[in-house]
């Protein structure tokens, strides 16, 4: 049987069937998308719930199990210590999360309930008559302060909803920790970053401090091609990306608001960063594995601080795709996370990089160290729409060189 179509039908059945085509790739993108954020939500909340929700309640340190490194330094020291690292680590890699107001019902359902564990646990947690009051003096509780007011100046909601008291109280606690003398090294950015808290928010603060600490990196600490030294000797690890990158963005963009202190040094940072972001990108491997090298390996995800920053701030080089950023990044969290006995039974962190391992400790190292892991969720802060979270899945660069494709060659920034 022969059935004659006329051209103009055949041309509207033929760009109908084209406009099904585009809205089912459309959804089925979308869809991806959306499974990404939702995976990402996932680990946060199970990362974040055993911390936040027992702070909050004030029994933190009833129901936190302290694990030391086998080599521990100082054990009652570090014991003290870890409540807060746990919770200042948690909250700074969380509170970009925290600050936005995107989402979809359940995932604002979500973040209503963790501002409200936010707001009662930093109470908690600078109340001298809480339970779970923390430990604020001493050399590991200004590192863990520092995290603290980064998570504050990072999420101006959390500062503004807490009561008069607690705001005393948090100054207070901070205003501790100037009577700890920061080693000749990152920990200057410690006590840098919690004097841009009481410059962000307009309180007294030591400008010398600040300036102390940018100077040295800026001016000394510079070693090239994105990359500077940890105080006077360059280490081949990831604090660049742990603690002095990071750092020194959100200190210099926090000062620079107030008095374009930093105002040539943001354009010579700008290049050092994107360049660090390009080098950070290539370190991960096609399934997700990344370099096990220098101290402090057991921060899992948190290596890619940098990383998870510079999308977050929307601030990547031009050949680094954010939705190829979300997929490296996905592939890490999945690598770190999802490796067995990652959580003990009641979910709680365990020392290690893949899983448990005790052994990759340093002697600071303990139950709460490890949740620096944190920091790899800062582009949760942004909102759904954005490239990083809309775009369709984009392979990195293990990715598209070990599958055979034609790459362009790294150079060096300088």
Request: a neutral charge; charged letters at 20%.
């Amino acid at each position: 049987m022969y059935f004659y179509i006329g051209y103009k039908k055949l041309q509207k059945i033929i760009l109908f069937c084209c406009s099904m085509f585009c809205i089912i790739n459309l959804y089925a993108q979308n869809n991806a998308t959306t499974k990404d954020r939702k995976l990402w939500l996932g680990y946060l909340d199970k990362i974040a719930r055993p911390v936040l929700t027992n702070l909050a309640a004030n029994t933190l340190k009833e129901k936190m199990p302290v694990v030391l490194s086998e080599k521990v330094d100082n054990k009652i020291a570090r014991g003290k210590a870890a409540y807060l690292e746990a919770f200042a680590r948690t909250l700074s890699g969380i509170a970009p999360w925290l600050q936005s107001g995107e989402g979809d019902n359940e995932e604002k359902k979500l973040r209503d309930e963790y501002r409200q564990l936010a707001v009662k646990a930093l109470s908690n947690a600078v109340n001298p008559n809480a339970k779970d009051y923390l430990q604020w003096s001493g050399g590991q509780p200004l590192v863990d302060a520092s995290f603290l007011s980064l998570a504050l100046v990072r999420c101006p909601w959390l500062w503004e909803n807490c009561d008069t008291l607690t705001k005393r109280n948090i100054q207070d606690a901070f205003l501790t920790t100037r009577n700890t003398v920061p080693v000749y090294s990152n920990w200057l950015l410690f006590t840098a970053m919690i004097e841009t808290f009481f410059c962000k928010y307009d309180l007294p603060y030591d400008k010398v401090r600040i300036d102390f600490g940018v100077k040295e990196f800026a001016n000394h600490w510079y070693t090239g091609d994105g990359l500077f030294s940890d105080g006077m000797e360059f280490h081949y690890d990831y604090y660049n990306s742990y603690v002095i990158q990071p750092y020194l963005q959100t200190i210099v963009a926090t000062v620079n608001k107030k008095d374009s202190s930093y105002k040539l040094f943001a354009q010579k940072l700008d290049k050092i960063s994107k360049r660090y972001a390009v080098i950070q990108e290539r370190l991960i491997n096609t399934d997700g594995s990344f370099p096990i090298t220098g101290r402090s390996i057991t921060y899992r995800g948190g290596a890619f601080h940098h990383l998870a920053n510079m999308a977050f701030t929307h601030q990547l080089p031009a050949e680094l795709a954010p939705e190829q950023i979300r997929c490296a990044l996905t592939a890490v969290l999945k690598k770190t996370l999802d490796a067995p006995q990652t959580f003990t039974d009641k979910g709680w962190l365990n020392i290690g990089l893949y899983g448990s391992q005790p052994g990759l400790a340093e002697s600071y190292i303990n139950t709460g160290s490890v949740y620096l892991c944190s920091e790899i969720f800062l582009p949760l802060g942004l909102p759904a729409t954005d490239d990083f979270w809309s775009k369709p899945d984009m392979p990195w660069t293990a990715v598209k060189v070990w599958s055979g494709q034609n790459f362009p060659a790294d150079h060096a920034v300088e």
